[in-house]
């Protein structure tokens, strides 16, 4: 449409006027989620026993399928799964499996095994002994543990090894 000063009228927002709203937009975005709180103990713990217990589920499925041995090596708040083979237990390379599970530094793990306390591994002549203290076997066997969570807050979770949520 023209106007009578001979200009066509538009209608619609400027690229600058849009721009400065997506702005604006983006910063009061950034001061709510900076606002927000952060996970408390207890929530965090929660999520790191469901990823654990994910994982433990998932191994476990594993060896009921391949017909394998597999285990979980834990040293301190980290830990890799490893298969049994011939020449013994090596470390899973492939797979969702091979990647190394890590708990948040918030969080500290007491691992019982057949109800004594975890032992870390031992150096054993310049190299790591890797014997797992968590196995899982071909026909769906779980050697007995009990994991507890603790939070720095003080919080506790515990699961063991028939794969359940006690609360």
């Known amino acids: ?38 996970k408390d103990g207890e929530a965090m713990l929660r999520e790191e026993r469901a990823e654990l217990m994910t994982s433990l589920r998932s191994a476990r499925s594993e060896a009921v399928f391949s017909g394998r041995s597999l285990g979980l090596l834990w040293n301190g708040s980290s830990g890799r799964y490893v298969t049994l083979t011939e020449s013994g237990w090596q470390p899973i390379t492939v797979g969702p499996l091979s990647r190394q599970l890590e708990l948040d530094s918030s969080v500290r793990a007491e691992i019982s095994i057949a109800g004594e306390p975890l032992k870390m591994p031992e150096e ?8 797992p203290q968590i196995q899982f076997l071909g026909d769906g066997q779980i050697s007995p543990f009990e994991w507890r969570l603790r939070s720095i807050d003080g919080d506790t979770l515990v699961f063991d090894d028939s794969l359940k949520v006690k609360d």
Not at 124 to 131: A, N, V
Request: aromatic content about 4%.
């Open 1 to 38: 449409m023209i106007s009578s000063t001979g200009r066509s009228k538009q209608r619609g927002f400027s690229l600058l006027e849009l721009l400065v709203v997506i702005f604006i937009i983006g910063l009061m975005s950034g001061v709510a989620v900076l606002t927000l709180p952060g």
């Open 124 to 131: 054993e002549e310049g190299r790591r002994q890797m014997t």
